[in-house]
């Protein structure tokens, strides 16, 4: 990416200096990784993961609530595993549940309207373009794929699918059934490259140590027995209360659409059980989500104000990174905030849209 590409005309509105504060948010967070090691056992998609293979692999982290550490912890444990070949990408999740419940029987429903699982996946890790997945406890399906993070404008595509993908739900317990106290169920997922890589800029399948943006969700409404029946418990308006969403890594709002806050799935050609290999986290994350403050601030203050401002009115020092860097806006034909790395190697642009741009400077 040419560097005038972002700066044509030289229409540099501010440079802003973020000096070291400690405590911020962003500087003491740090990026949630994966690695996907490979196999070469064939993988029944059974709902089970009852395969030798999949017992040599690590579960990620214990799910949270989206808003992160100021809400409580799940009442319910979920996580999820993964692996891969040259065909498929698998997950595995086991999600506990005493009372399986579920309604949603016709594909391409809103599958979040009962308990579900979810998948988000983007290839390019530019915030733009990425994929949605949803499924329920009787197996019903939704997949979709997004332009862009809906606060930016973003647009579903409701009729692509993920063709060629193999799912199944292996139920821990009886359905719909209020008598009894269930265990929950599991979800094995085969998705296939061919589908996968449409988004990915290269159009192949993942060389070891490539990373791809990834998170997951799950979705657990309140219920109660009625009539022999499982129903959403309502509130004083009368209406169902509201869903708890639980995810591999919080985004901080109730909004999963923030790729910019979503772990990394990072790939490995070793296979599953031969070796350990560690997760490189990107050291640049935090100027990455401080640079995605600032879009989100500039946004704000535009719908408030009429027009854009200097990065200093904005007031978000607090999210600054250790390291101080500089910080432009840039007003041109695309409109975005840029920072070079401390050890100015790169520089990366977010536009108005929440696109990341990185330009290789050495």
Request: charged share 25%.
């Amino acid at each position: 990416m040419k560097r005038n590409f972002l700066m044509m005309n030289n229409s540099c509105w501010i440079v802003f200096l973020a000096f070291l504060i400690g405590g911020s948010a962003y500087a003491q967070g740090r990026a949630k990784g994966y690695v996907c090691y490979r196999t070469d056992q064939p993988i029944n998609i059974d709902g089970k993961a009852d395969e030798a293979v999949w017992n040599k692999v690590p579960w990620t982290n214990s799910f949270r609530d989206i808003e992160g550490d100021s809400r409580p912890l799940p009442k319910f444990d979920t996580k999820v595993k993964m692996l891969w070949d040259d065909e498929y990408l698998y997950f595995y999740t086991y999600l506990e549940e005493p009372d399986l419940w579920a309604t949603l029987t016709e594909r391409e429903s809103i599958i979040y309207l009962d308990n579900d699982f979810e998948v988000f996946i983007d290839p390019n890790n530019d915030g733009q373009h990425y994929y949605e997945f949803e499924i329920n406890a009787l197996g019903t399906e939704w997949d979709l794929l997004l332009t862009q993070p809906y606060r930016f404008g973003g647009k579903p595509v409701f009729d692509w699918d993920i063709k060629g993908m193999k799912t199944a739900v292996h139920l821990d317990g009886t359905l719909n059934d209020p008598s009894d106290k269930d265990r929950g169920w599991g979800i094995e997922i085969a998705m296939p490259w061919s589908s996968l890589n449409e988004l990915s800029a290269r159009r192949a399948k993942p060389k070891s140590g490539e990373q791809w943006r990834l998170n997951f969700s799950r979705v657990q409404y309140e219920l109660h027995k009625e009539n022999g029946q499982y129903v959403k418990v309502k509130g004083d308006d009368g209406k169902p209360l509201p869903e708890y969403n639980w995810v591999w890594v919080p985004t901080g709002k109730i909004d999963m659409h923030r790729p910019n806050r979503w772990g990394y799935l990072q790939f490995s050609d070793l296979k599953a059980g031969d070796g350990k290999e560690d997760f490189i986290a990107d050291p640049d994350y935090a100027l990455q989500q401080y640079l995605f403050t600032l879009i989100d601030e500039q946004r704000k203050y535009k719908a408030q104000h009429g027009h854009y401002t200097e990065l200093a009115n904005l007031q978000v020092e607090e999210w600054a990174p250790e390291k101080a860097v500089a910080v432009q806006f840039y007003d041109g034909p695309v409109l975005s905030v840029g920072a070079s790395n401390a050890a100015r190697t790169k520089r990366y642009f977010v536009t108005m849209e929440g696109k990341l741009i990185v330009e290789n400077l050495k």
